[in-house]
């Protein structure tokens, strides 16, 4: 059982470059999350998903897109990155969606962009 | 809205020590509150959660924490520090009502605890 899986750990792109982050949990979750974080500012919700085949704009949406074909799977892309989105990304992924149940979160990917 | 402020960004604390870390929150509903730690280069792990039972919350590696409605205060303790208490601490509030909304966490800015032999 390995919880919450990022890949990958690390990737420096140049200004305008396109990636994509890919996360996955094993753990049947129906709620899944994608945060940056960044120094003072504790984590921000980007995009997050409800169940297979929907996705919602979190607090900083902007520049991101995200898909969730799978329910074991949530991808984050960039299609042209700025400098403003060197971060660190957390996935995370919970059973339902109500408050109580506990995020479990992923090891992070650093991404720098100069 | 929700909105979490963490009153200090860095806290020193002598092995042996008692540790305090303050957090202050505003939520437009019942909230449901938690600290979380992250060690260097590591994600984040829960400490302690609150849902609205008990106000005074035990969690892992002998951190506690209560929640005071009056003071809108979800404060972290611990009796005595150990080295591996060093990490960023954040407190994070959640009041959203319904679950289509998901579970939309807000961090405070986090506070960084150094632990001295």
């Known amino acids: 059982n390995a919880g919450v899986t990022q890949t990958p750990k690390f990737r420096v792109l140049k200004t305008g470059q396109s990636m994509t982050l890919l996360c996955a949990q094993d753990m049947n979750h129906e709620y899944m999350y994608w945060y940056r974080q960044d120094p003072g500012m504790g984590l921000r919700l980007i995009h997050y998903?409800?169940?297979?085949?929907?996705?919602a704009k979190g607090e900083v949406p902007d520049g991101y897109n995200v898909s969730r074909l799978k329910k074991q799977n949530f991808l984050l892309g960039l299609e042209s990155a700025a400098p403003s989105q060197t971060s660190v990304y957390f996935c995370?992924?919970?059973?339902?969606?109500?408050?109580?149940?506990?995020?479990?979160f992923g090891p992070g990917t650093r991404l720098t962009v100069t | 809205a929700q909105s979490v402020t963490q009153l200090d960004s860095h806290v020193s604390v002598s092995e042996g020590t008692p540790v305090l870390l303050r957090c202050n929150y505003s939520?437009?509903?019942?909230?449901?509150l938690f600290w979380y730690v992250q060690h260097p280069n590591k994600g984040l792990q829960l400490l302690l959660k609150y849902t609205s039972a008990a106000t005074l919350v035990k969690g892992i590696n002998g951190f506690e924490a209560e929640f005071k409605k009056s003071e809108t205060s979800f404060h972290l303790t611990k009796p005595s520090a150990h080295m591996s208490d060093a990490a960023e601490y954040f407190c994070v509030v959640s009041d959203y009502p319904g679950e289509a909304a998901g579970n939309k966490l807000t961090f405070g800015g986090g506070t960084r605890v150094l632990v001295k032999p």
């Open positions: 998903s409800v169940g297979e085949g929907t996705t």
């Open positions: 995370a992924s919970s059973y339902g969606g109500l408050a109580y149940y506990e995020q479990y």
């Open positions: 939520s437009s509903y019942s909230p449901s």
